[in-house]
């Protein structure tokens, strides 16, 4: 089964970039494209990349995507940190051959100090 | 504007069961896929169940091991809504359940604000 890992937490100052990554396992990540999605305490997770480096509208170009074949991996880059983006990321993609079938990463938490 | 609206949440004592529905509006929703996704208190994201776009009968379905057999996800395109019927509920099935529309064409995945269920006795 396709498998997705991130980091629990990252933490960055005000005014810099994060990179959160994810990284595959039991697949290749660019079978599937993969989302991501922010999610503050308490509210239902909001898109801010999709099929790998789109942006819905209303999200700010601070925010792109990026993934790599040959680490098996996705990248979301934040940059320009502000406090209101202190929230949990979630990365997603699907099971190989079923685009149906939906994989989670378990999530990181981004501090912005 | 788009909106997915959630409903049907509520307590539950374990072997029961639960409709959840999925409203609609602002968009297509025939021509969505679209899926179940829960989020047990303090904990990450997990699929749940998905039903394809098929003009006929509602859409083909998938479900995590962990709910197969025991909910049934189906659509009513006339009503713009999604449903899950979840029977045999278990504690370990207590979460915040959220609708999620697929991505299509140019359209990102949309979320709903999400429907309480908790199993207890």
């Known amino acids: 089964n396709f498998m997705l890992t991130q980091p629990q937490s990252v933490s960055e100052a005000p005014g810099k970039t994060v990179t959160i990554s994810c990284t595959g396992a039991g697949g290749d990540i660019v079978s599937n494209f993969v989302q991501w999605y922010k999610q503050r305490p308490g509210s239902a997770p909001v898109t801010v990349i999709y099929?790998?480096?789109?942006?819905p509208s209303g999200v700010p170009d601070r925010f792109s995507g990026s993934v790599d074949s040959s680490s098996n991996s996705a990248s979301l880059i934040i940059s320009g940190l502000q406090t209101d983006d202190e929230a949990i990321y979630y990365c997603q993609s699907s099971e190989a051959g079923n685009h149906g079938t939906l994989v989670f990463g378990g999530g990181t938490r981004l501090t912005v100090l | 504007q788009l909106h997915l609206v959630e409903s049907g949440g509520g307590a539950v004592q374990p072997g029961g069961s639960l409709r959840l529905s999925c409203a609609t509006s602002g968009f297509t929703f025939s021509s969505f896929a679209m899926h179940w996704v829960r989020q047990s208190p303090g904990k990450g994201l997990e699929w749940v169940a998905y039903?394809?776009?098929?003009?006929?009968?509602?859409?083909?379905?998938h479900y995590a091991d962990s709910v197969k057999g025991r909910f049934t996800i189906s659509r009513d395109n006339s009503q713009n809504t999604l449903f899950l019927q979840m029977d045999s509920l278990r504690p370990e099935d207590t979460a915040t359940y959220f609708c999620?529309?697929?991505?299509?064409?140019?359209?990102?995945?949309?979320w709903g604000q999400g429907t309480v269920v908790t199993v207890s006795s």
């Open positions: 999620l529309r697929d991505r299509g064409g140019t359209y990102p995945p949309l």
């Open positions: 039903v394809s776009v098929r003009p006929f009968d509602g859409g083909s379905t």
């Open positions: 099929e790998d480096t789109q942006r």
